[in-house]
């Protein structure tokens, strides 16, 4: 079946600009997460959904960043204001929580380069 | 959730097993260890996890220690497509996922 799947998987802006990065988790999957990975590093936490409503959005950075979920399946990551320090490849995933295995399924990620 | 300790790199001959270990000596009794691999530009992929007990799948065998302080991540006979970032995560219930900077794993042929 499908997986997780990202658009755009490139973004080139210019800083100061607004961008939206979608998801389309795998269908029936009530949790959905964003992270971002910067060159180097393992992927950085930023958000978690529990069905339409943020549970855990302890790691987005500042309020420039925004996410939103309105009906419980696609989400959009929304930034505002870029930076050149949010250049990053931003991953989602989603999973079947309420049957924690853990298993988290990943998308290919949208990098998001502002120039 | 617990802090990991992974070796930054390791090599390993292609054919051979792969011993990846984890240092988790903050572990509470309710935390799953789970190991997920990146390969390069692609989004991480689970390979597997345990509480206490040692767990096999297809991917991968997991070793944890009795006291549950340490983990090991086998791959049986690794061959270059294993190649990747590999990372030992310690989560209690559920939510989020917090990854470390893992160990790179390159297996040579």
């Known amino acids: 079946g499908a997986g997780v799947s990202q658009t755009p998987s490139n973004k080139v802006t210019e800083k100061g600009k607004y961008v939206e990065l979608r998801c389309d988790p795998i269908?029936?999957?009530?949790?959905l997460y964003w992270y971002r990975q910067s060159l180097g590093q393992g992927p950085e936490f930023l958000i978690y959904f529990q069905g339409t409503g943020a549970a855990d959005d302890s790691g987005l950075p500042n309020d420039r960043f925004f996410a939103v979920r309105p009906e419980g399946s696609v989400s959009t990551l929304k930034i505002q204001r870029t930076e050149r320090g949010d250049s990053a490849v931003y991953l989602c995933?989603?999973?079947?929580?309420?049957?924690?295995?853990?298993?988290?399924?990943f998308g290919e990620g949208s990098r998001l380069t502002v120039l | 959730d617990a802090k990991t300790t992974q070796p930054p790199s390791m090599d390993c001959a292609e054919g051979r097993a792969a011993n990846l270990p984890c240092n988790h000596s903050t572990i509470s009794g309710n935390e799953y260890v789970y190991w997920y691999r990146q390969i390069h530009s692609q989004g991480p992929q689970y390979i597997i996890h345990g509480l206490k007990n040692n767990e096999t799948n297809e991917m991968a065998s997991l070793i944890i220690t009795e006291d549950r302080k340490s983990s090991t991540l086998i791959l049986p006979h690794a061959t270059l497509r294993d190649t990747a970032v590999y990372y030992c995560i310690v989560r209690g219930g559920w939510g989020k996922l917090q990854f470390g900077a893992g160990t790179q794993v390159v297996v040579t042929p």
């Open positions: 995933a989603s999973s079947r929580e309420g049957f924690d295995t853990g298993e988290l399924f």
């Open positions: 269908s029936g999957h009530t949790a």
